[in-house]
């Protein structure tokens, strides 16, 4: 499976100021995905990111408050702008395995996000 | 509706003694499931996984599920569980046709009690 790391691993972040994760993988990827996991509860898809074209947001998510970039088939970032106490958060971003695991997402460690 | 359902938040059970975390799903297509598991702290680790053929399907550290098509079910299950088998298990539903999304359930605590 890739392996996927995350930067930053956590982040203490003061209300109104906007952060920016990093999700490196070492293979090329076709799909990464960023998911929301937010204290005590299970995991929300936010966005899909496709190099090359604009990211499509779930319902819920809109690009004002979390733009995604994805220059190449290895990197992408996730923004969690203007922040509140409510964007406090695991944010994890995710890729599907190679040709023969193409069914399967394998996760990076997580950005732990805590808003004050 | 297309939904995945982990019926117990919290499952403790004293170690070695066996363990079953329950998951089921409502779906009208053909589905991929998946099982992760989530160490405090760390992020989430791919148990095992069904895409097709035997129903049975084993994973890591000793973990099995078994398909169920007609109870829409995918239990997770250990025979003799450890104390580092606490943790936070999640069952996940890739739904045929969803743009390659997983849909998670709500996860299970399982914490082993010496």
């Known amino acids: 499976s890739a392996v996927i790391s995350q930067k930053p691993s956590r982040d203490i972040c003061q209300r109104g100021t906007s952060l920016t994760i990093q999700c490196q993988v070492d293979s090329q990827v076709t799909m990464m995905f960023w998911y929301r996991q937010q204290p005590g509860q299970s995991l929300t898809l936010i966005a899909t990111?496709?190099?090359?074209?604009?990211?499509?947001?779930e319902s819920g998510f809109v690009i004002d408050k979390f733009p995604i970039s994805r220059p190449n088939l290895t990197f992408s970032t996730l923004t969690v702008s203007n922040m509140s106490p409510e964007d406090s958060s695991i944010y994890l971003c995710?890729?599907?395995?190679?040709?023969?695991?193409?069914?399967?997402?394998?996760f990076g460690p997580g950005t732990r996000l805590l808003v004050l | 509706a297309q939904s995945v359902t982990q019926l117990d938040s919290q499952v403790p059970v004293f170690e070695e003694a066996p363990v079953e975390l329950r998951c089921n799903y409502s779906s009208s297509v053909s589905v991929y499931l998946f099982w992760y598991v989530q160490y405090p702290n760390q992020g989430l680790q791919l148990l095992l996984k069904?895409?097709?053929?035997?129903?049975l399907v084993k994973g890591i550290n000793g973990f099995e599920a078994e398909f169920n098509k007609s109870q829409t079910s995918f239990h997770l299950r250990k025979p003799s569980v450890h104390i580092s088998d606490t943790a936070e298990y999640f069952c996940a539903v890739r739904f045929s046709g969803s743009a390659r999304q997983l849909t998670f359930g709500s996860g299970t605590q399982l914490t082993v009690l010496p």
């Open positions: 990111a496709n190099q090359g074209s604009e990211a499509t947001y």
């Open positions: 069904y895409l097709s053929g035997s129903t």
């Open positions: 995710s890729v599907e395995g190679d040709r023969e695991n193409q069914e399967t997402q394998y």
